[in-house]
């Protein structure tokens, strides 16, 4: 039988409390990962985190920093370092929220800043950050968060796709830089995906669910599910990915 085993792996995930970060988190843990988890604000959400991952049986610890500044990160690695060790695997999925999305034209400028920060600059402070010492271990996972919004280019989602799409050339790149190094790098891109803010307060998506080929939406489990298998040796040979896990609503094609 094929299992997924992360035994002996450490990752950290930026965003970690977040909706989608903390299930990310428990599933990685629950393959037997330790986790470092990053947050900026909500540290009682980070604690608790924690302390539900501890339960798994892998080590947790929580580590604050603003993910858009690299002097943060680099303070983040070394305490990572002294408390956890070198991780094996990076999950970039912190992004900073912004309202309203609207036209080009109405959009603050400050928006389009935030989005670059924290969707380009944010995954490339964790490479200069994490990715020497995967070098020189040869193995390593680099995963981020994209968004099916980057295939979309609907209106009223510029500040947001803009981003995600410099965050995508950022991972093509660096794919191809590391790959010699053992080292994959990959995207994974959610739709409207449900998640417990939903589960709490549901609102109408029939209109959105109509247009998925497979007719409803998907949840946060799937995107958890699709990181575990490329943090895991079975896609050891699958790098520069943009991977949609969106029911099919968004298609890559050739």
Known sequence: MISIDLSGKLAIITGASGELGR???????????????QYLHGKDRAEALADEIRDIGV??????ADITKL???MVMKDAVLTKLGEPDIVVDAAVIQYT???TVLEQPISDYESQFASCVLHNVNMA????????RKKWGRFIGINTECAMQVF?????????????????????KEVGADGITVNQVAPGWMISDNWRKNPGDDSAYAAKVPLKH??????????????????????TGVYLPVCGGN?????
């Open 155 to 175: 209106p009223g989602q510029s500040a947001y796709a803009s981003a995600k799409r410099g965050m995508d050339g950022i991972f093509r790149v660096l794919a």
């Open 100 to 102: 309203p999305w609207t």
């Open 23 to 37: 299930v990310i988190a428990r599933t990685l843990a629950k393959a037997g990962a330790d986790i470092a988890i």
């Open 250 to 254: 968004e298609m890559p094609c050739i």
């Open 71 to 73: 002097a943060d990160v």
């Open 217 to 238: 939406r998907g949840e946060d489990q799937d995107i958890a599910n699709a990181v575990l298998f490329l943090a895991s040796e079975l896609a050891g040979f699958i």
């Open 59 to 64: 080590r947790a610890e929580i580590f604050q």
């Open 128 to 135: 200069k950050a994490f990715i020497p010492a995967m070098q």
